[in-house]
């Protein structure tokens, strides 16, 4: 639908300099300042984790660049092969296999620090982000297939399936069984990081680029950015395009960021639509339908592993209900909500910004 009535709305653009790691990137800029100009920049792009990987070493030469980039892509190899669950090979997927029969299974440290850590977001955000919400994915056809509506009946006894609760941790963690393992309590369960895996691998690999001997440097996870040290070309900070959600392809602005992470989630990654009304595959667990009025939020965050499963969260509790989570739980951290546009084009009125940096952005 193309015409409007009444005024037409201003169209929105978006500027933002916000700081995600504060004083210490702050210093790490000023002392690499001056070598900033030597510095040998080192590109490389490839696919995984469904998307495309984008990774920048600065480093004092070639060599280390290089290298580094090459940390980068062994660290996201590694979360992708213990965390996907597309790959049936994977300890995730065999935590999911073994869903209901009792069994404990071992899961390497990294695993458990992501799956504490989600369970800690699903805790805060009463079940708002709730790493078990697989089961409804499945039934809305986000996992393969067409998308379909589920009848209230299936969703009412899907619900049982759905419940953070259910993922227990050994040692004595949330539940008796050996330490360093973990099993879902009933059959038909499934454990799914995908809100949350992105961000902690974007980190790993900045962490490896920076142990590799990289002074600064991104990673782009499609979506799930992490940068840390001096920007290229002596700039105030890495600028990460927000996209626009009604044309995907396109920007709406720019955050700057001095290191840290920027997590978007849009309803555009994965939908469908049945008369007019779109369906997206991000879950509301409370009602077991997609959450409605956002298109998209972008998360700016200290770590990548908490912007990443902050930006499913506040999709899912909108902007009223998100400013005060935020607040809450994650107050050095800024949020971009879109909502979903009445016409066709973004409007000042459908941005609202909340968080630490609110007051740094923009909207012109
Ligand atoms: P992206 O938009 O890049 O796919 P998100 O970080 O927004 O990534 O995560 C989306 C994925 O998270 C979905 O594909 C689904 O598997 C899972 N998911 C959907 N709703 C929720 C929810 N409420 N809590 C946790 N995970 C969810
Ligand atoms: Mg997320």
Known sequence: MAGRMGAPRPRCRL???????????????MVNAAAAQELVRFDRAWPVMGTLVQATALAPDT???????????DAITLADSLMSTWNPGTELSRLNDAA???????????????IRAAIAWAERSDGAFDPTVGPLVRAWGFHGG??????????????????WRGVELG??????????????????????????????????????????????????????VSVFGPAPDGGAGWPIGVRDPTNPKEILGRVTVDGGSVATSGDYERF???????????????????????????????????????????FVLGPEEGAAFLERWAPDATAIWIRTPEGDEIGEGDVVVSGAGAGMVDIE
Request: charged share 15%.
């Open 100 to 114: 209901g029969d009792g069994r404990w299974i071992a899961l390497s440290p990294e695993s458990l620090e992501v």
């Open 272 to 314: 469908f639509e049945v008369d007019g009304r779109r369906y997206s595959h991000l879950i509301d667990p409370r009602s077991g339908r997609p959450a409605e009025g956002i298109a998209q939020v972008t998360v700016v965050a200290p770590s990548g592993m908490d912007a990443d499963a902050l930006s499913t969260t506040l």
């Open 15 to 29: 500027a933002a300099a916000l700081p995600g790691q504060l004083a210490v990137a702050a210093l790490l800029t």
């Open 171 to 224: 040692g004595g963690e949330t539940s008796g069984g050996p330490a360093g393992a973990a099993r879902l309590a009933g059959a038909g369960m499934e454990l799914d990081l995908g809100a949350i895996a992105k961000g902690y691998a974007a980190d790993l690999a900045v962490n490896a680029m920076a142990r590799a001997g990289a002074v600064g440097g991104m990673v782009d996870l499609g979506g799930q």
């Open 63 to 73: 060599a280390t660049a290089r290298a580094a980039v090459g940390a980068a892509h």
């Open 146 to 163: 067409a998308g379909r509506v589920p009848p209230e009946l299936e969703l009412d006894s899907l619900a049982a399936l759905v419940g």
